[in-house]
Structures are given as C-alpha cells and as structure tokens.
C-alpha cells in the first residue's frame, strides 16, 4: 500500500505507481468514463478521485440525456455535440452495464415539455419551431393530449411538446458502474487521494503529486506526498478544473463553478409514481427513476463554491414542481443536494490537448456532462492513443478562438467570466431554475 491512507483497487499490483500511460485527475463521470474507454483499448491508467464516487457534480446531477428539450438558441454546436453523445448513448449504457454487472437506471421513456401559461406557450413555441426547423424529433401536443399522456399533470396549461426519444440515468448508478468497469479492464482508481501538484521534466507535465483527503489530511501534520507518473495527466476534475494553481496560467481551463439544487422525492407505500416520462416547463423539470423516485431540478446559481442547499432554493423547486404536477405533494421529501456545474465562457466544454506537453483536458461540460459522457471518453481515449477524436468534439478543441481571447484579456479581474455569469442562465425569478 502506498504510505499516504489511499484505497487503491484494480487488476495491476499496488506497487507499479510508475510508468502509467495516463493519470486521471478527478472521478466524476468524465474521469471514470475516459479512463474506461482508454483502458479498453490497451492503455494503464490510474483515476485520482479526493472522494468516493459518487462525487462531485456527478452526485447532484438528475441525469436527463435531453438534447432536443435542452436546445437553447445560439448554442448550435453544443447541440450537435449533445445529439452526437446521445446517439452513442444505448450501446454505451449495454457496454457498462455488461461490463460492471449492474444496471444504471438507463431509460429512454420520452420527455414532455408543458407550458404553463400563455408567456410561456409562446416561448415553448419558437423553441418548437426551432426544433423544427433542426429536424428533431418534438411534437406539439394540445392539453387534452398531454393529459392523456400524463393524467397526472395540472388541471389547466396551455400546451406542450412531446420528445419522444429523450431518456435518463441515475449518475450516481453510472458512476458505481463505471468505478467497476474500469477495475475490470485493468484499470486502478485511488479514492481519498488529492492531487495536489503536478510533476514536470522541464516544460513538460510526467504526472502528479497527490495528498490524502478528507480526515487523514486534517489529523496529519505534514501530510505524505505521492508521486505519480504518466505520459499524459488529463485534467477532468469538473467545477475545480479552473482551480489549479500547480499549472501555468495560460494552461489553466477558464472553468468556474455554477451551483444547482435538486430534490428527491419518493412515492409513499402503493402509491404510483406522478409520471411516466420527464416532465419539463421553463422553471422546473421531474425526472422519474426505476425505482419510482422523482428527482426535481435544479437551480442555477454562480456564488463560487458555495454548496449549501437553501430554503428559498427548495421552496422553489417544490412550488414550481406542484404547480406541474399536483400529486407531488403527498410524496415523500427523501433528500437536498447542492452541486457544481463546470461552466465555460461559451457553454461548450474543454476537450483535447491542453497548453503545456502532457497536458490533457476533459472538463467545462457544465449543465449536459452526463449526456456528454460518451463522446468524450471516446474523444480522450482517441487523444491519448495519439488518434482522431470524434469530429463532432471538435468543437470542444481547448484551442478554441473564443477561450483564448478570453484568456487574454482577463489580467487581474476577480471574475474573468463576468458576461457568462448572464448568459449561462435561463428561467425566471430571482433564483434561476434550470438544468
Ligand atoms: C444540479 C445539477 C443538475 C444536473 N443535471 C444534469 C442532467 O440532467 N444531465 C446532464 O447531462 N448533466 C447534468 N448536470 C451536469 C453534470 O453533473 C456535470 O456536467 C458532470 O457531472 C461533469 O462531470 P465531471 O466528471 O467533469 O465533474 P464532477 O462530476 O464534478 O467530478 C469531478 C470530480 O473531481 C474530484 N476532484 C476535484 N478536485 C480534485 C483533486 N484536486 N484531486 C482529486 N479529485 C478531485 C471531485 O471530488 C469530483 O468527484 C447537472 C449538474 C448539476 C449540479
């Protein structure tokens, strides 16, 4: 065992800590999946995880594979990532589950947006003729429609829009799943263990030093320090990606933290669950699981690295989830979670090459990670085996004009991203509600 309080567990021996071809910063979704896919096809690689999957905004995240419910105007080439990795979505979901022996609440049951009142029925409109005019799969629906659909939405609205092929996961599920799919190619994750530094032969990045997490740091005085080194240390540590102060500035990912708040509630005993679908309007989606929970999401925030679940911010998502669907309310409240969107400049996350030799990064994925899972593992598998990613992550190229200038121009400003902090949000009120 290594001296630092880590739990190292895969098919190689405890001691071979050298010589990895890649070492993982971060065990959410991206991590896990990258590390996967790359372990696949032949490469030894060690994810570093401070916690224990599931962590990070993995945790939080309700899981809706949405692409068409969640276009938004202007962003066209996230929408062709999204509908790339949702395509890739039912082979991936077989192949993990095969692969780790467990399920992860993957279903593609369809999702219907409803439209509450006039201004927003005129709103889900031009989103509706914008899918349209996309060729997506998204149909009008009148209220009676809806109704027959899903008997239990509100008694009065004013329309909606059917996608058929929308699905979800429980993050949570896929992230257990993934932790044993990579064990089973041959891959290690060391849990409790924080990277606290990177390693470098001159200019170039050979792996990183890491520390133990959580309690064994704070009982320690001088924490022991881990080495270890790899051809390529891919950067994947979601919202704290903009956070690393053991990079040079100009190889820093511009990332920065967007809180969100989701609920879970559970039917009482007997009681059928309050939808069959996702259910969506402009303020507040439901997401149903397996098991006949119902995950209700999510506010949309920037206050740093704050995570603590608000009362305003759950008296929202509760109201605005009885205003939907009225038998909400003799569920169960089972839980509250806050969590962190890896949000960037323009949307689109961070994926290939980074600034310095040795560099990789797979972040900035924001409100669609989990969606996003599968084109990225592939892309960074591609990247690490020195091929071609998928070209519809080309996208996402750290190089990308629009992250550049940015890193130019912002100097010393505290919030270098003051005009994303706008744009990222959508929904109404005080407290933004969204994915
Ligand atoms: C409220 C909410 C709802 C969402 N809903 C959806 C949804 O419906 N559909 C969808 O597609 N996406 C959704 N998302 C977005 C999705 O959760 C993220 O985009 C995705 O989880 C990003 O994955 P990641 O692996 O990059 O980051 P994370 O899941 O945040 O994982 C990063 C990991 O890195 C670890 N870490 C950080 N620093 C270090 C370090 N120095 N050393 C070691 N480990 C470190 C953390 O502990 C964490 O486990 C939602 C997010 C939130 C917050």
């Known amino acids: ?66 692409p068409v419910g969640e276009l938004t105007f202007g962003e066209r080439e996230l929408l062709e990532m999204t509908l790339a990795s949702g395509a890739l979505w039912d082979d991936f979901a077989a192949a993990v589950e095969a692969a780790a022996g467990m399920a992860i609440g993957y279903e593609r049951r369809g999702a219907l947006h409803v439209a509450l009142d006039r201004d927003e029925a005129g ?60 064990r089973e190619a041959g891959g290690e994750l060391r849990t409790g263990t924080e990277v606290v530094d990177g390693l470098w032969d001159g200019e170039r990045l050979v792996g990183v030093r ?62 059928p669950p309050p939808a069959g679908r996702i259910i969506a309007t402009e303020r507040v989606y439901l997401v149903p699981r397996p098991d006949g929970r119902l995950i209700v999401g999510a506010t949309q925030e920037e206050r740093g690295f704050d995570t603590v679940v608000t009362a305003g911010g759950v008296h929202e998502l509760l109201r605005e989830a009885y205003r939907t669907l009225p038998d909400v309310a003799e569920m169960e409240l089972a839980g509250t979670i806050a969590g962190l969107r890896p949000g960037t400049p323009d949307n689109l996350p961070i994926i290939g090459r980074g600034a ?12 669609n990670g989990v969606l996003l899972t599968p084109l990225t593992a592939e892309a960074i598998a591609a990247t690490l085996a020195g091929g071609e990613a998928p070209a519809s992550a080309a996208v996402a190229d750290p190089m990308r004009a629009s992250l550049v200038a940015q890193r130019a121009t912002k100097d010393d400003d505290p919030n270098p991203f003051p005009f994303v902090a706008q744009r990222a949000t959508k929904g109404k009120g005080s407290l933004e509600v969204t994915r």
């Not at 889900?124 to 997506?136: A, F, P, T």
């Not at 609205?157 to 059917?162: M, Q, R």
Request: glycine share 12%.
């Open 1 to 66: 065992m290594p001296a630092e309080a880590t739990h190292v567990s895969g098919k190689r021996s405890p001691k071979s800590y050298e010589g990895f071809d890649a070492v993982f910063v971060g065990g959410g979704v991206i991590g896990l999946a990258g590390a996967w896919r790359a372990a696949q096809g032949g490469a030894r690689v060690c994810v570093l995880e401070r916690a224990e999957p599931p962590a990070g905004a993995t945790k939080v995240a309700a899981g809706m594979l949405a």
């Open 123 to 182: 709103e889900l409109r031009r989103r509706h003729d914008l899918q349209r005019e996309l060729g997506l799969g998204a149909e009008w629906l009148t209220p009676r429609r809806c109704r027959e659909l899903e008997p239990g939405l509100a008694p009065t609205f004013a329309g909606g829009v059917l996608a058929p092929s929308e699905g979800s996961v429980d993050p949570r599920l896929l992230a257990r799943a993934l932790a044993a799919a990579l």
């Open 210 to 271: 890491t520390a133990p997490a959580g309690p064994d740091r704070a009982t320690s005085a001088e924490p022991p320090r881990v080495e270890v080194r790899a051809d390529a240390v891919v950067l994947c540590n979601g919202a704290w990606s903009g956070q690393t102060p053991w990079l040079p500035e100009e190889a820093r990912p511009p990332v920065r933290p967007v809180k969100g708040e989701v609920i879970e509630l559970r039917p009482r005993e007997g009681a």
């Open 356 to 367: 310095v030799d040795g560099l990789v990064l797979a972040t900035g994925h924001f409100r």
